[in-house]
């Protein structure tokens, strides 16, 4: 047998639920960096220089979102903190739409070349947010593995169900999504989406607590 974890409130939390919302995340991560280089393609064109910036600055944001998600899921983990990051990166997903132009243009201007222009506007556009989503999965690995032995097992299949979403995302966006509208409506779908999951696990752990509150109310009630 494996050595027992201690089981955080968080941990009632269905499987199914956490496996669901890190193909919501994969799925909402590549989106948005498909839609980056379009985004940015106004200002410093859409060559493969441009995409080189947005691709990079997403892999640095992914991994200090990891690495950030996993240090954070050693301190008492659960459910509200989980739908946090959601709502959060929902929040920081909004200066792409909001603010792109007003943020890209005085870069446009100050930097000459495309290479390092193009940097810059993606670390300001997209670092904050990537690295919000990229504490999903670490933090959901912790919710799920209940032994050292489990551990493995668990991370594989939420991994898989990740990249999935991932895959989904990449080919959605690119194949279909650009074709029926435009950049900020696919932005915005993305945004609800994650507000929606935040909302879902609130909501799952509320009835999860009343239930657990409901029954221990029983309980007592029949001891006395």
């Known amino acids: 047998m494996g050595k027992k974890v201690n089981k955080p409130q968080a941990r009632s939390l269905p499987k199914n639920v956490i496996i669901g919302m890190a193909f919501v995340s994969g799925f909402c991560i590549m989106t948005v960096e498909m839609l980056g280089a379009r985004i940015m393609s106004p200002y410093f064109g859409g060559s493969l220089l441009v995409w080189g910036s947005v691709i990079t600055i997403f892999m640095l944001a992914l991994a200090f979102g990891y ?3 996993g240090r954070l899921s050693i301190r008492n983990p659960n459910a509200v903190t989980y739908a946090m990051f959601f709502i959060a990166a929902a929040v920081f997903c909004l200066p792409v739409i909001l603010f792109a132009d007003f943020i890209m243009e005085p870069i446009f201007i100050a930097v000459e070349d495309p290479r390092y222009g193009s940097l810059l506007a993606s670390v300001i556009l997209y670092f904050v947010p990537t690295s ?3 504490m999903i999965s670490p933090y959901s690995v912790r919710l799920l593995v209940e032994t050292q032995e489990h551990s493995g097992h668990m991370a594989g299949q939420l991994f898989f169900v990740s990249t999935l979403g ?3 995302g990449t080919l959605g966006t690119s194949f279909y999504f650009v074709l029926w509208f435009e950049v900020n409506q696919i932005l ?3 945004i609800v989406a ?3 999951a935040g909302c879902i696990i609130l909501l799952v752990n509320y009835l999860l607590n009343a ?3 409901k029954s221990r109310v029983q309980r007592y009630e029949k001891q006395t």
Do not use: Q, V
């Open 188 to 190: 915005w779908g993305s």
């Open 67 to 69: 690495l950030i998600g």
């Open 166 to 168: 991932s895959a989904a």
């Open 211 to 213: 239930s657990t509150a």
């Open 132 to 134: 919000i989503l990229g």
């Open 194 to 196: 994650l507000i929606a």
